[in-house]
T-cell receptor, first 109, second 112 residues
Framework: GQSLEQPSEVTAVEGAIVQINCTYQ??????LSWYQQHDGGAPTFLSY????GLEETGRFSSFLSRSDSYGYLLLQELQMKDSASYFC??????????FGPGTRLSVLP | SQTIHQWPATLVQPVGSPLSLECTVE??????LYWYRQAAGRGLQLLFY??????ISSEVPQNLSASRPQDRQFILSSKKLLLSDSGFYLC???????????FGSGTRLTVV
């Protein structure tokens, strides 16, 4: 199977740091992507990890541990505009990305 | 730069009516093209993907179909809509080799 698991909701306050976890099934795993989707909008690509470790892009970072079949998206210095749904997506050899169920992040003032 | 266009933005259709959603990509050649559906508050379900003109793969059996008449054009169709076809339809493209998708702005379809 190719199912992914992520928390359904996360709440944090402005200026805080939040981590959104994603676990996946290992069969044929190639890489993990993260997308952000605001209400009513389309998903936008944030990051991609194919190797273990941390990839940093401004306030957002993404981490992958292939041995643990686990990744996370780290959002620092949270802003109100970061309130959105975040999806991890798994890429398998010879196949397309499969998206997780999404995590809804609410940033409170 | 590459851009993706999807239309219409919203659509209200009666049950049993036909459907045609169009997606075009500019600024790239031979893209992989995708149609996704998203139910309210849910994840993205892959419906169809295409790696070239006339090449369509279906992920989920349903009363929808897809066609790729030109390299950068992807069309989602139905002969007779069902209530369960309501949702947010998203077209996306990716290069032949590359880690991310670029999504269109989506079509919110309501079948009444």
């Amino acid at each position: 199977g190719q199912s992914l698991e992520q928390p359904s909701e996360v709440t944090a306050v402005e200026g805080a740091i939040v981590q959104i976890n994603c676990t996946y099934q290992t069969s044929g795993f190639y890489g993990l992507s993260w997308y952000q989707q605001h209400d009513g909008g389309a998903p936008t690509f944030l990051s991609y990890n194919a190797l273990d470790g941390l990839e940093e892009t401004g306030r957002f970072s993404s981490f992958l541990s292939r041995s643990d079949s686990y990744g996370y998206l780290l959002l620092q210095e949270l802003q109100m505009k970061d309130s959105a749904s975040y999806f991890c997506a798994r890429l398998s050899y010879g196949q397309n990305f499969v998206f997780g169920p999404g995590t809804r992040l609410s940033v409170l003032p | 730069s590459q851009t993706i266009h999807q239309w219409p933005a919203t659509l209200v259709q009666p049950v049993g009516s036909p459907l045609s959603l169009e997606c075009t990509v500019e600024g790239t050649s031979n893209p992989n093209l995708y149609w996704y559906r998203q139910a309210a508050g849910r994840g993205l379900q892959l419906l169809f993907y295409s790696v070239g003109i006339g090449q369509i793969s279906s992920e989920v059996p349903q009363n929808l179909s897809a066609s790729r008449p030109q390299d950068r054009q992807f069309i989602l169709s139905s002969k007779k809509l069902l209530l369960s076809d309501s949702g947010f339809y998203l077209c996306a493209w990716s290069p032949q080799t590359g880690p991310g998708y670029t999504f269109g702005s989506g079509t919110r379809l309501t079948v009444v």
